[in-house]
T-cell receptor, first 113, second 115 residues
Framework: GEDVEQSLFLSVREGDSSVINCTYTDSSSTYLYWYKQEPGAGLQLLTYIFSNMDMKQDQRLTVLLNKKDKHLSLRIADTQTGDSAIYFC?????????????FGTGTQLKVEL | NAGVTQTPKFQVLKTGQSMTLQCAQDMNHNSMYWYRQDPGMGLRLIYYSASEGTTDKGEVPNGYNVSRLNKREFSLRLESAAPSQTSVYFCASIPRDRLSTDTQYFGPGTRLTVL
């Protein structure tokens, strides 16, 4: 089965780098995603990585994928107060019924001045 | 191009009442999803639909039914609401590939309280 785990909280100082970690269990994942949720809002796709890639960089965001350990991380460089939000990782698995997405519990990132 | 729309945004029900949450997408995606979000539990998949005419159970389907009316619309029905169904419900429409961070794949959510 599939199970996606994240730590619940992370606190960093403004200007530092943030690293949010995620582990998943299903090795047949095709895509892995990072979503951001601000208070009272829906989820916004931040970035994603195909399962045959090791790394993807997009401006301040770096995604690292270790398929052997089933570990995904999101690094945010130069973290700003506007980055304070809940971050969800998710995996996509192709099943007989289609494309099934499973989300982690979310990591609350707090950026302090 | 509105992305994903959900109605209503807020709803209060009494135990035993029924209601239908509506979701529509204008992105011509095949796959649509219903999730519930509860504090400390992330998003849990209730039902999903890989294409028009097909639906499959997710992690927490009990107490819910769904209908994929056409390619655009995917509704979630609570036949007899219970307090345990108090939650925030999100509809999503996410393609298998060629995703864009400029696109809203999730609806704004429905905040449901069951008394």
């Amino acid at each position: 089965g599939e199970d996606v785990e994240q730590s619940l909280f992370l606190s960093v100082r403004e200007g530092d780098s943030s690293v949010i970690n995620c582990t998943y269990t299903d090795s047949s994942s095709t895509y892995l995603y990072w979503y951001k949720q601000e208070p009272g809002a829906g989820l916004q796709l931040l970035t994603y990585i195909f399962s045959n890639m090791d790394m993807k960089q997009d401006q301040r965001l770096t995604v690292l994928l270790n398929k052997k350990d089933k570990h995904l991380s999101l690094r945010i460089a130069d973290t700003q107060t506007g980055d304070s939000a809940i971050y969800f990782c998710a995996e996509s698995i192709l099943t007989g019924g289609g494309n099934k997405l499973t989300f982690g519990t979310g990591t609350q990132l707090k950026v302090e001045l | 191009n509105a992305g994903v729309t959900q109605t209503p945004k807020f709803q209060v029900l009494k135990t035993g009442q029924s209601m239908t949450l509506q979701c529509a997408q204008d992105m011509n995606h095949n796959s649509m999803y219903w999730y519930r979000q509860d504090p400390g539990m992330g998003l849990r998949l209730i039902y999903y639909s890989a294409s028009e005419g097909t639906t499959d159970k997710g992690e927490v389907p009990n107490g819910y039914n769904v209908s994929r009316l056409n390619k655009r619309e995917f509704s979630l029905r609570l036949e007899s609401a219970a307090p345990s169904q108090t939650s925030v419900y999100f509809c999503a429409s996410i393609p298998r590939d060629r995703l864009s961070t400029d696109t809203q794949y999730f609806g704004p959510g429905t905040r449901l309280t069951v008394l």
